[in-house]
C-alpha cells in the first residue's frame, strides 16, 4: 500500500469528516473508495470516445433518478453549489415538441 498526502479545500475536508463520522469511516477509507469509484466510471484515457457521454456506473453511484442528459447537464452547469444536485422538473412537453 502507497501512503500520500493531499490537498483539500478547508470546508471540503470539514465535510468529508463529518460524513466519516456519522459513518463510523476512516477518511483514508473514504479516500480510498472516491479514487475507486472514479476509476470504475470514468473511462482509461486511451478508451474515450470523441464526443463526451455520461458514464455508466456499474453498479449505482447515488445518481438514482437521473437520467444521462440530467446528469450531463448538471455536470455542464457553472453556477451549481459544489456537492449538491439539484434537479428541475422537466418542462410539460409543447405542442411543437409533440
Known amino acids: 500500500m502507497v501512503r500520500t498526502q493531499i490537498q483539500l479545500p478547508d470546508d471540503v475536508f470539514a465535510r ?4 466519516c463520522k456519522a459513518r463510523e469511516m ?4 473514504l479516500a480510498r473508495r472516491g479514487v475507486e469509484m472514479v476509476l470504475d466510471v470514468y473511462p482509461r484515457p486511451e478508451e ?4 463526451w457521454e455520461v458514464p455508466v ?7 438514482r433518478g437521473l437520467s444521462p442528459r440530467q ?9 451549481a ?3 449538491v444536485l439539484c434537479v428541475a422538473e422537466e418542462p410539460p412537453e409543447s405542442d411543437a415538441q409533440r
Open 57 to 63: 456506473a456499474p453498479r449505482p453511484m447515488g445518481w
Open 81 to 83: 453549489e459544489p456537492g
Open 48 to 51: 474515450t470516445p470523441a464526443v
Open 26 to 29: 476512516s477518511f483514508a477509507e
Open 16 to 19: 468529508a469528516k463529518r460524513f
Open 71 to 79: 446528469l450531463k447537464e448538471l455536470a455542464q452547469q457553472d453556477n
